[in-house]
């Protein structure tokens, strides 16, 4: 049986039956990205104006009187609508579609039959697989790379189709109808029963599909093809926008092009020359203070080498830094008789941290000293060093290898 969002596409709210309600849980995905599992209600309904996923397509989003439906899955012959508020059997309910999300999917679906009947006219490219993505879709086809040629002649094409303003039709055929064999289709659900859908576009393409489609291809508007990327198996993707999510894009594009043009000071033909200028001198500059950070390292170490309070537990933190730093000290004091604490960071945020010395003192003392500061790190040949969290705790850490450092002597 079609639903009604399959029988049109178009409608946005109709009245209908509900035929039962049974408590059911849902499987989602929290605001935190862990799994959440919600407590409702599977409401089977006579008809359904709300299309349940599948063929690649997303369900719907909606309401049934005024209640929020979570999810609509299709289950043989009907659909099963999760709501977190019981519906009586036998009751009439007014089922509303939430119209720009139905739209949008209407426009990628059959923005998708377009691309892959023009794929395969053209280059004889197959479809294995597509997916409706939440900002874009993409379009895996049976090549293992495609040219730029290729990928700009499928997008003069299908904009030419569209701008003819060809008619896409939906027509119901039986399993044993001879033109069931000219159709397209990737094969049908284990429990399909009834007639096979069939969605066409004049003159280009014969799909079997269940998803909703519209009527004419000027309702696609403009379809853009991003671009490509390797799929998996020798296959290629292709990424596609179609109708009001081109329109988006090329609005995010503007703003991102003003912002940058404030930024860069000049116009958007030289932005990308001005951002190579940019980053040529941010690599001079960070050559400039990377061979000035390790002249200050060396003066560094050779004054801790030479200072009076040297021996014992030698303790250094600099806000700036990284492991390179640390490690050029501890390369140019080069001494297995002293421990070495070196930290880079803010004082009382995150922070790396190295430990150095003797290479049995420092194998004991790493890992005590990570959990102190609530990090983790490695080590090896009398050096352990890793991430910190809590530089705060810096003192703890001193303390604790000056109370091995005395434990040790008091045993000599």
């Not at 005024?66 to 009907?78: A, H, M, N, P, Y």
């Not at 990424?239 to 092009?257: C, D, P, Q």
């Not at 003003?258 to 500059?285: R, W, Y």
Request: charged share 25%; aromatic share 4%; net charge neutral.
């Amino acid at each position: 049986m079609a639903f009604r969002c399959q029988r049109d596409s178009y409608a946005r709210e109709f009245t209908t039956t509900v035929v039962s309600c049974r408590p059911a849980e849902l499987q989602t995905e929290g605001s935190n990205g862990k799994k959440e599992v919600l407590s409702g209600f599977q409401v089977v309904l006579e008809d359904t104006l709300l299309f349940p996923e599948g063929g690649g397509q997303p369900d719907d989003h909606g309401t049934i009187n005024d209640i929020s439906v979570l999810r609509v899955t299709r289950r043989g012959e009907q659909a099963d609508h999760f709501t977190q508020t019981p519906l009586d059997p036998g009751s009439q309910v007014l089922v509303r579609v939430d119209w720009e999300r139905r739209f949008d999917h209407m426009q990628q679906h059959s923005g998708q039959h377009l691309i892959t009947a023009v794929a395969d006219h053209l280059f004889k490219l197959k479809t294995t697989s597509w997916e409706l993505g939440r900002f874009r879709s993409a379009i895996e086809l049976d090549t293992p790379s495609m040219t730029a040629e290729q990928v700009a002649a499928i997008e003069q094409s299908i904009n030419e189709k569209i701008r003819d303003r060809l008619p896409v039709n939906v027509r119901e055929l039986s399993l044993d109808d001879p033109e069931v064999e000219q159709v397209r289709g990737r094969g049908l659900p284990d429990d399909h029963a009834g007639p096979i859908r069939v969605v066409s576009i004049k003159g280009v393409d014969s799909n079997m599909c269940c998803g909703t489609h519209v009527s004419n291809l000027s309702d696609l508007q403009v379809i853009k093809i991003l671009g490509t990327e390797k799929g998996k198996k020798n296959k290629t993707n292709l990424i596609f926008l179609a109708g009001n999510r081109v329109l988006k894009w090329m609005e995010r594009s503007h703003g991102t092009e003003k912002a940058l043009t404030a930024l860069l000071k000049c116009g958007a033909e030289d932005h990308v020359e001005a951002v190579k200028k940019l980053q040529n001198s941010t690599k001079i500059l960070q050559k400039n203070n990377l061979n000035l950070l390790r002249d200050l390292a060396v003066h560094i170490a050779r004054r801790l080498r030479n200072s009076p309070d040297w021996g014992g537990v030698v303790v250094l933190h600099r806000k700036e830094g990284d492991s390179e730093f640390m490690n050029i000290i501890a390369n140019e004091i080069g001494s297995e008789e002293t421990l070495l604490f070196l930290t880079v960071g803010d004082e009382k945020g995150a922070g790396l941290f190295l430990l150095a010395g003797p290479p049995a003192s420092v194998e004991t003392l790493g890992p005590r000293v990570a959990e102190v500061l609530e990090g983790k790190g490695a080590g090896k040949k009398g050096r352990f060093q890793g991430k910190a969290t809590k530089m705060s705790r810096r003192m703890e850490a001193q303390a604790l290898l000056q109370d091995y450092i005395s434990i040790q002597s008091a045993k000599e």
